[in-house]
T-cell receptor
Framework: GAVVSQHPSRVICKSGTSVKIECRSL??????MFWYRQFPKQSLMLMAT?????????EQGVEKDKFLINHASLTLSTLTVTSAHPEDSSFYIC????????????FGSGTRLTVV | GEDVEQSLFLSVREGDSSVINCTYT??????LYWYKQEPGAGLQLLTY?????DMKQDQRLTVLLNKKDKHLSLRIADTQTGDSAIYFC????????????FGSGTRLSIRP
């Protein structure tokens, strides 16, 4: 199969704190993972491409110091929202591309972040 | 640039066919996808089609691609209440490492 596990599924944090979201490919290796943000009733907005062993590639308008991405192994990428503010509240989804193309891009179940 | 567009809403009667349409602008698109998202969940790949294909059928799902017009459609036969979800059209250029661009999503609702 092609399973991407994302944790936590839901998190509430106080303004000014940092939150780490994990994305794991459980049964395959992923040299590239993707992080998306989804606002209510809107599409997925690509934030960055996470590359194993190298720096992430951020999309235009995404603050790299705000959204830290680390892809230290072939099965794990993390997104850390630093000094979170209420406007960072959103649904964050990660994705990885399975080597067997029949599985395509597999998505995690998402993380609902609420900053209070 | 890359742009993928879909209508926002579709309502169909249970048992009828649903047709969700999508247009894209990137002529270099190699792979086109349909994903399903249920409330509060991640995305589930329904099907995909290569740009050199015109049609692909998988059980109740039929994908039609008009590459000349850059138009993609998803037909769901015998629509059921469990098909209620948001359906995203997406495109990418290569099979790996390339970013995938999503449309706005079409919310499919089923009426009895």
């Amino acid at each position: 199969g092609a399973v991407v596990s994302q944790h936590p599924s839901r998190v509430i944090c106080k303004s000014g704190t940092s939150v780490k979201i994990e994305c794991r490919s459980l049964d395959f290796q992923a040299t590239t993972m993707f992080w998306y943000r989804q606002f209510p009733k809107q599409s997925l907005m690509l934030m960055a491409t996470s590359n194993e062993g190298s720096k992430a590639t951020y999309e235009q308008g995404v603050e790299k110091d705000k959204f830290l991405i680390n892809h230290a192994s072939l099965t794990l990428s993390t997104l850390t929202v630093t000094s979170a503010h209420p406007e960072d509240s959103s649904f964050y989804i990660c994705s990885a591309h399975h080597p067997d193309f029949n599985y395509g891009y597999t998505f995690g179940s998402g993380t609902r972040l609420t900053v209070v | 640039g890359e742009d993928v567009e879909q209508s926002l809403f579709l309502s169909v009667r249970e048992g009828d066919s649903s047709v969700i349409n999508c247009t894209y602008t990137d002529s270099s698109s190699t792979y086109l996808y349909w994903y399903k998202q249920e409330p509060g969940a991640g995305l589930q790949l329904l099907t995909y089609i290569f740009s050199n294909m015109d049609m692909k059928q998988d059980q109740r799902l039929t994908v039609l691609l008009n590459k000349k017009d850059k138009h993609l459609s998803l037909r769901i036969a015998d629509t059921q209440t469990g098909d209620s979800a948001i359906y995203f059209c997406a495109e990418s250029r290569y099979s790996s490492a390339s970013k995938i661009i999503f449309g706005s999503g079409t919310r499919l609702s089923i009426r009895p």
